[in-house]
């Protein structure tokens, strides 16, 4: 009897070794797998922490919501964001976006700029509640003084991936209420640039099919299971022990290729997102014809942004955003996190596309040398500028000094007699 317990013990521990043995090799095949992409180890809390923008690690995070849990549908921008349980965003306004209420009509006691674009936009204006800084606004009451003589007031007007005709129709819902608008954007435009793409610059992006699933497929059931595995893959992120996990890191990225291969499948229906905003058959596939078309589609949303704007006497402003690949010498620090910089070819081709209305007299400025004489690190990734845990950020801070100055300029803005530079 005491043999037979014996045996049986001594193949429980067998089988414990075999199996702590299986996972170490597990792990320290994924350890060599991920430095051989990286070209040197990093930990997997950090690997984890790529697979999402700061933009929208910011809004997560310290809660259990993954950014997908935070959006609300809106009838005519796409996605938003919403205030309701679990996983409300405390900081979202009446329009679904952040910090202040937007009024329904001018304020006098106000000069009242909308900031749009994407989350870089967003940022800019300040995603977080008071007292984190309003880089734009604190930099323009601080330094200038506004043409109605009330202080400035800049209303956030970003979100995460949006692109024109996003801020258009926002600037036109709210156009009654505003003093001036001003854009800031070009990656989340980019991408529709690039010559493989088969869809019009105004294809909506990834979050809208998030948020309306059947729009993506008419067979609710591989809409559903897209949705649970990218749960699954935001719970492996999220564990505190398969969050240091390499393994579980490539099962993570596993899970969110199939979450996203799911919700591609194609349609049945005649009728689908992509035939709604395909490119003509003589466009698609076509690299120099698609560059032209997309180039032609996003200056003729600032152009009808002018012409609102002239309607309703408001000032406007129209900026293209620093990127990694162009103005700046990257410090270590920046080039881990920045990824593929080869598209800047097509990049500058695009702003300096779209630079060329100057000479129909828009005001259109780009940031791309923002940071050249700028040593320190201030990309968190390969389109925002880091931010601390209270909203501070260098990055910022010197882009709504440049952006201030530029629209001074534009419009003919004084300099305050005690202002600071």
Sequence with gaps: ?????????????????????????IEGMAVLWTMVEDGRYTPAADLFERTQNTYVRDLTRGTACRYVDTLYPHPYVGFVHHANRPCGLKNVNNVGLFNDDYPLLKRPDRYTILLTGGSVAGQLAQIDPWPAPRYLEEELNSEYESPNGQP?????????????????????????ALDAVITLGGMNDYYLFRPWERERLEYPVNNFLAVNPLVADDNFGDAAIGWVLGRLAGGVARDAILGQSHA?????????????GRDALPSSKHTTLESLFALPADIAGDGERVFATQLELLRKYNRAMDAVARDYDIKTAYFFQPVPAYGKTLTAAEQAVVGDLSYIGLYRRMVDGVMSQRDLGLPVFDLGDLFVDVKETVYADGSHLIRSPFGESLGYRLMARRVAADVAAAWGLKRKRDATR
Excluded: H
């Design 152 to 176: 400035f007031w800049v209303l956030n007007g970003g979100d995460g991936a949006w692109k024109q005709p996003q801020p258009f129709i926002l600037f036109a819902l709210n156009a009654q």
């Design 1 to 25: 009897m005491k043999d037979k317990t014996k045996r049986r013990l001594f193949g429980v521990i067998s089988t414990a070794i075999g199996i702590a043995l299986s996972v170490a090799a």
């Design 248 to 260: 579980a890191y490539l099962l993570f990225r596993s899970l969110e290729a199939l979450a996203k």
